[in-house]
């Protein structure tokens, strides 16, 4: 039982017959039988008041466990205000998630008292699930964002352990910290989504990877107060396409190899974004002692509107109070392309890249670059310990060293 929560007017298993002895069984020629559950057949009331986490538990532990394939459902127009939960696999069929109403986050941290504080909407182990319905995550973090020195943030939708996930058609706005987010997941699909959080609002990412492969990230709005894309840790084998980015921190890999880590991001493709008033634009960004790889790595038709850093890769990465030390050991960064990248910079230096002494960057390419300042002015490059080629017309002129430097 969670507590706070009201006690179910029947067991799980009584409201589950109850249910599917009401549901509406749907055929597609031989195709399997499917129920549909809704959180007020289990005693949810949806004013966004009442606390209706027992409901949800209860339905998700309905429909994950049903003989026939499941669609759990929010129904529209009503807000359903649900405390942190774990909602665990594996399932016995495929699932499916419709949230047609809102689902809301309790408004004070004090919530997570004695719980997990990192976890809203945590989904752990299962496989095949799909959530859409156009409706609302609400993660009610203005309190979270008021305190973000004094605590960890929880994140909203996260999945970990994951299989074959795929989430669209939903918004998701004012996450305590992630708004969606992955971890050792492996073939998902993020598409058709609205993120949205205020500019100032701390890290608010849009969409989070770690440790995650075979991942599309296509057709979304994402405007919040951190990196709109960011990914860590073992990533590879990434697809990245048609974003509208910003404000935020722009399209990140990384940040990689904290506390001497070994991290490894390889595989991955974004193109066809729209990056408007971020405070970056494509950034690769690692820490002095980590160790792994950055590589085959590409960026292309890109649109910045006036962005800061339109293209950085910053091996020197140090987000801490105090300054970080030198390091003999760094992050690998090689074979990155950054391919018809035009728009305008809100600095003078468009292009930034800092590798480092003893693990410089190569194997780089810019190719099509056209960048200047907002209102029209000359922009800059800088490379330090970089080397690669450029191709065709490249502005502001290259800095790359031809071959290893």
Partial sequence: MVPGARTPAASVLRGLVAVVGAAVLCFS?????????????????????????????????????????????????????????????????????????????PASPDEWAGREPMKWL???????????????????????WARSCKRKKTQALHFEECRGVSVQGVTLQNGP???????????????????????DSPNTDGIHLNDSSRIQITDNLISTGDDCVSMVGNCSDVRVRDI??????????????????????????????????????????????????????????????????????????????????NQTKAVEVRKVEFVDVRGTSATAQAIKIACSDTAPCTELELRNVNLTVVGGGAATASCYRASGKAVGVVVPASCLANGDP
């Fill in 244 to 325: 509208s980015c910003g404000p935020g921190h722009g399209i990140s890999i990384g940040s990689l190899g904290k506390n001497r880590t070994t991290d490894r991001v390889e595989s991955v493709r974004v193109d066809t974004c729209l990056l408007t008033n971020t405070t970056n634009g494509v950034r690769i960004k690692s820490w002095q002692g980590g160790m792994g790889s950055a590589r085959d790595l590409r960026f292309e038709s890109i649109v910045m509107k006036n962005v800061s850093n339109p293209i950085i890769i910053d091996q020197y990465y140090c987000d801490q109070p105090t300054p970080c030390a």
């Fill in 122 to 144: 945590y989904i752990y182990g299962v496989d095949g699930l799909s959530v859409s319905g156009g409706g609302t995550i609400d993660g009610v973090g203005q309190e979270w």
């Fill in 29 to 105: 020629g031989a195709a399997e039988a499917r129920v549909l559950l809704t959180l007020d057949d289990f005693g949810a009331v949806g004013d966004g008041i009442a606390n209706d986490t027992q409901a949800f538990v209860d339905a998700w532990t309905a429909a994950c466990g049903s003989e026939e394939q499941a669609v759990l459902a929010v129904p529209v127009a009503k807000a359903y205000r649900i405390w942190p939960v774990q909602l665990s696999g594996p399932c016995k069929k495929k699932l499916k998630l419709l949230i047609a109403g809102t689902i809301v986050a």
């Fill in 177 to 199: 910290q992630f708004h969606l987010s992955f971890t050792r997941c492996v073939d998902v699909k993020a598409n058709f989504l609205r993120v949205v959080a205020p500019a």
